[in-house]
């Protein structure tokens, strides 16, 4: 069965605060690993990863997959309240599977 | 820009009732799905479809029907609603294999089933 794991569920941070999000997967048919951040309502596109080693980066965001040991970290640097946010990890070929999330809550 | 829309946004049912959840994209995209999301559950995959007059079971698919009749528009179906159904529903669409590309959301439908 197709599983994608994220850790922790939860996270409570300060502003400025280093943090990392991690995913990993087990699925039949892997093209990409995606990021999701959902605030409110829809989740919004971050990142997709299809090659291991090389790292995306957009501002304080960044994200690396490993394909040998099958999981991904999303790190965000000097967190600002804005960042509060469930993020998502999805992984497939023709459909998407997803993590239950990461619920991240940056304090001032 | 009208993206991916969705309708209703909000709907309380009774335990047995029908109803329909229309989704409707103006990009031309290929592949269209719905998600359901519970507290502590992620986004699980209910039905997808590769195309036109096609459809396809995901996650979940129990209790629920598709159509895609015509490409803009994926409709959900609960034909005897139940308090498990009981959820927030997301459509997503996106141009070809989502591993491709990013997905595309609507802004979600909430639904109650008494």
Known sequence: ?108 | NAGVTQTPKFRVLKTGQSMTLLCAQDMNHEYMYWYRQDPGMGLRLIHYSVGEGTTAKGEVPDGYNVSRLKKQNFLLGLESAAPSQTSVYFCASSLFFPTNEKLFFGSGTQLSVL
Not at chain 1, 12 to 30: K, M, W
Not at chain 1, 51 to 68: A, M, P, Q, V
């Open chain 1, 1 to 108: 069965e197709d599983k994608v794991v994220q850790s922790p569920l939860s996270l409570v941070v300060h502003e400025g605060d280093t943090v990392t999000l991690n995913c990993s997967y087990e699925v039949t048919n892997f093209r990409s690993l995606l990021w999701y951040k959902q605030e409110k309502k829809a989740p919004t596109f971050l990142f997709m990863l299809t090659s291991s080693g090389i790292e995306k980066k957009s501002g304080r965001l960044s994200s690396i997959l490993d394909k040998k040991e099958l999981f991904s970290i999303l790190n965000i640097t000097a967190t600002q309240t804005g960042d509060s946010a469930v993020y998502l990890c999805a992984v497939g070929l023709n459909k998407l599977i997803f993590g239950t999330g990461t619920r991240l809550q940056v304090f001032p």
